[in-house]
């Protein structure tokens, strides 16, 4: 069971950074910190890694990821940081975004999950610090049942 769930963490540890690899435009640079970020369909999960994280699967739900990387040191190793936020839809209605952290071997991100009906727009506005810089990142993402 142990070498079961370690294989599923190495999976979603693989899958993020695919992601980001293939989503390199869903980075900036803040500072010191190369914020990468993605939000995608919680049904994208396999039902074992939602399991293991507490993510409901869901074709209403989001999950939001982020990885913050120190851009001042050799390799760019992931840092911990406080996020907050909000996220909003056109018609102005907005909820508070509740992240958690998730360490894998070296790796650190930030999961969170946002409801939306088809075809919404969701504008995030997030407060990215490291206790020494504080930034703010916002990006929106058109979401879809499938």
């Known amino acids: ?15 993020v950074m695919t992601t980001f690899s293939a989503h390199a435009n869903n980075m900036q640079k803040m500072g010191n910190m190369n914020v990468h970020y993605m939000a995608i369909n919680a049904t994208f999960l396999t039902p074992e890694i939602a399991k293991n994280y507490g993510i ?18 050799n390799n760019t190793p992931a840092i911990a940081v406080a996020i907050t936020g909000t996220a909003k839809n056109l018609v102005g209605q907005s909820k508070k975004i509740e992240f958690f952290e998730v360490k894998e071997g070296d790796a650190i ?23 020494k810089e504080n930034h703010t990142l ?6 879809y049942v499938d």
């Open 56 to 73: 409901e699967r869901s074709r209403y739900n989001a999950l939001i990821n982020i990885s913050v990387l120190d851009n001042t040191k």
């Open 109 to 131: 991100y930030y999961l969170a999950q946002v409801n939306y009906r088809n075809e919404e727009t969701i504008n995030f506005d997030l407060k990215i610090t490291d206790g």
């Open 1 to 15: 069971m142990y070498i079961l769930k370690q294989l599923t963490n190495i999976f979603l540890v693989l899958f």
């Open 138 to 143: 916002n990006f929106s993402q058109k979401f």
